[in-house]
């Protein structure tokens, strides 16, 4: 057996160092199995690439596409010698006993193809603004952390690059292999993502094209109205249920910007994927 660890990067050096430096041989548990890592880095300058060079000479980077998370994933990926690819990112801190636990429930399940492993946080969040993607009982399958068979993985022809944006694209993909296998978690392989600031209104809001792409993908209808609903629901319980702070304020000034985006763009967006 043989892991090809991917973890696609953005202009966050200083977070990928972390992360690489849990993932170094000798600090994870795993013996007798190899593993490569595989940087694919959509970052704008040269930082990432001299950093690793520097740190970090037994990780294989490689330019990224920069076309979104997803196109980045599949840059890695085409890279893997490995017959099961790990999927982390940059902003995770995975535990030493991440491959180790993966190895071992490949070999207890060896009829299934997919395996999420755990993800928890290092703290409460400080405000209305923060947010990590938990994952402590499974059935998720979020992106920063799963282990999938390379055979799998490309038959059913990776992460959907039309997902430009660090959303949805992981549902999306779960949707497509779970006619080939059963998802299983594994609680001993987690990471610890530390919250972090959600980006702003304006970011927020162009990330909703991936809503609509996915809507018309699978002939789910959207209308502009449902999705303005969902936004502002799901921001409002989120600034009202933290202590109120100038989180608070930005956040509702982030949530006018956000349904501005939607409006002024929705029409474009239904149009651009309609004939998929």
């Known amino acids: ?8 990067t953005c202009n966050r050096p200083h977070l990928l160092v972390h992360c690489l430096e849990r993932l170094r041989p000798g600090v994870q548990t795993l013996q007798g199995v190899a593993y490569e890592l595989i940087v694919s880095d959509d970052s704008s300058g040269t930082e990432t690439a001299e950093l690793i060079a520097e740190k970090f000479p037994f990780v294989q980077w490689v330019a990224g596409p920069r076309r979104g998370p997803a196109a980045n994933r599949n840059n890695g ?11 982390l990112d940059d902003d995770c801190e995975p535990c030493n006993n991440l491959l180790l636990a993966y190895w071992e429930a490949i070999q207890n399940y060896q009829q299934e193809y997919v395996f999420e492993g755990k993800i928890i946080t290092n703290r409460l969040f400080q405000h209305a603004w923060e947010i990590a993607p938990l994952n402590v009982t499974g059935g998720k399958l979020w992106s ?5 068979n390379a055979a799998i993985f ?3 022809k990776g992460f959907d690059e039309c997902f430009k944006y660090p959303h949805m694209e992981d549902i999306d993909l779960s949707n497509r292999i779970k006619k080939y296998s059963e998802i299983i978690f594994v609680k001993q392989a987690y990471v610890t993502h530390p ?12 990330y909703h094209e991936s809503d609509v792409y996915y809507h018309l993908k699978y002939q789910i209808k959207l209308t502009k109205l449902n999705l303005i609903k969902l936004i502002v629901n799901e921001r409002i319980r989120r600034l009202l249920k933290n202590k109120f702070s ?4 930005k956040g509702f000034y982030y949530l006018v910007q956000e349904l501005i985006v939607v409006q002024l763009n929705f029409h474009k967006w239904s149009k651009k994927y309609k004939n998929i």
């Not at 057996?1 to 696609?8: L, Q």
């Not at 990926?77 to 999927?87: N, Y």
């Open 1 to 8: 057996m043989f892991f090809s660890i991917i973890i696609p």
């Open 77 to 87: 990926a085409r890279l893997a010698k490995g017959e099961w690819l790990v999927f």
């Open 144 to 148: 920063c952390n799963f282990t999938i």
């Open 154 to 156: 490309n038959q059913v």
């Open 195 to 206: 919250p972090r600031l959600l980006p702003n209104g304006i970011m927020l809001g162009l």
């Open 246 to 249: 100038l989180y608070t304020l």
